[in-house]
């Protein structure tokens, strides 16, 4: 079993190992209503190797980046039109725009990819990938980004 670590807000530290962990994690902190991205990555050696954002916190959309093989990308939910305008969540407490070809995706379903993702260890296969979408602004990474 691959032990993931999932941080948010700068602050926010918790390991998880199975799909219900991440679960209960990810609606406890989509419901407190604050838009936020949750890092979710497992490390292998101390370092990154392979994982996912995600966005939580907006009543209907949310976006999920997956890094890792065979391709990255964000999940594009089949039937979801892109929303009318950026999303802003906070990743470490810096406000990031995310635009509407990466939140192609409802925060239900956003939730269920990462924890196919947490349940098999690789890139999950219930939704599309988008590999073109572009990525959030340089400026906007924090300095403990773990993929710089």
Known sequence: M????VTWLGTGHALVETPDEVEALLISLHEAGQPVV??????RDESPAGGAQVGVGHPERSFVLYFG?????YAVEP???AWDGDI??????QATD???????????????VVC????????????????????PDAESVTADDPWT
Do not use: C, M
Not at 88 to 93: T, V
């Open 79 to 81: 039937g979801i039109p």
């Open 88 to 93: 802003e969540f906070s990743y470490g407490g």
């Open 116 to 135: 196919e993702l947490v349940g098999t260890d690789e890139r999950p296969t219930s939704v599309n990938w988008d590999e073109q979408a572009t990525e």
């Open 69 to 73: 093989q065979p391709e990255g990308g």
């Open 2 to 5: 691959t032990t993931y670590e």
């Open 38 to 43: 949750v890092d979710v990555f497992r490390y």
């Open 98 to 112: 995310y635009h509407p070809a990466e939140t192609k995706i409802t925060p239900a379903r956003a939730f269920k």
